[in-house]
């Protein structure tokens, strides 16, 4: 007999809109950012969002986060609707979200000290995540001593020591240099994959990312954001311990999404009519 499992993570026909006063006529018009997302996220899967910049990714994050509300739609996260953020939910924010007047270690405190967890039991905790992270050496270490790569690794370390159930990331690696980007990818795969088994959930405008990083990659048309496709990418596991980029289906995956994403930018007009 089938048994019924409840979904880690559904997203069924989320809608948002904002209002904005327009620069140029002064009067407030509506945005449509989302205009009916719907995905399911399996558990102990990477999955990917992919979509061009702007088209609500962010958005769309915060809303399964339960940041801010949906218009219309829901997000049922272990069979609850979500109303405000879950307290199994990891995030790890583009921008690091880091306090730049703690070191790395009370960095990676923060979201036990929130929960109330007492001052020796974090301690313990944030140093086993500080070395599945490849940081010990630089607990005492402030913010602003440490490279762009080592900061959002203490991001990762923070969002993983409230032991989500899922964790979401957005856009983490944008702002380092390409180098200490693949480092960083290999090691997310490391940590997700290996050492702890995370279910994660990885928003990107990078299409060679998500394909190295992800099961399954959702991608989302331009504003207002929609599914037009859900991909599996079938790349042999433990994909740290080897090179997936010169695997066949790995060439195959990247013109595929590229094609998607060079129609959608293009259907939009914003570079004009094509030259050829
Ligand atoms: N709080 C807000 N108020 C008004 N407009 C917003 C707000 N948040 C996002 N937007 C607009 O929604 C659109 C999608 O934004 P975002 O979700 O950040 O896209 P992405 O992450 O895919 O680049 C953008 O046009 C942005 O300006
Ligand atoms: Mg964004």
Known sequence: MQTLQ????QVEGI??????RSSSTRKEERIEVLGGVSFQLKSGSFTSIIG????GKTTLLRIIDGLIPADSGEVMFNGEPVTSPPSKMGFVFQGFG???WRTVQKNVE????LRGVEERERADIAHKFIQIVGLSGFENHYVHEISGGMQQRVGLARALTIDPDVLLMDEPFASVDMQ???????????IVKGAVQKTTLFVTHNIDEAIYLSDEIVLLSTRPGLVREVIEVNLPGERWKYDPRTDPEYARLRHYCWSFLEKEIMDKGVFGSDIA
Do not use: V
Not at 52 to 55: E, L, R, T
Not at 181 to 190: A, G, K, P
């Open 6 to 9: 409840t979904q880690l993570l």
């Open 15 to 20: 809608r948002k809109s904002f209002t904005k």
């Open 52 to 55: 061009p910049s702007g088209c």
């Open 98 to 100: 880091l306090l730049p």
């Open 110 to 113: 923060f979201g036990l000290e």
């Open 180 to 190: 200490t980007r693949e480092i960083l990818q290999r090691q997310l795969l490391q």
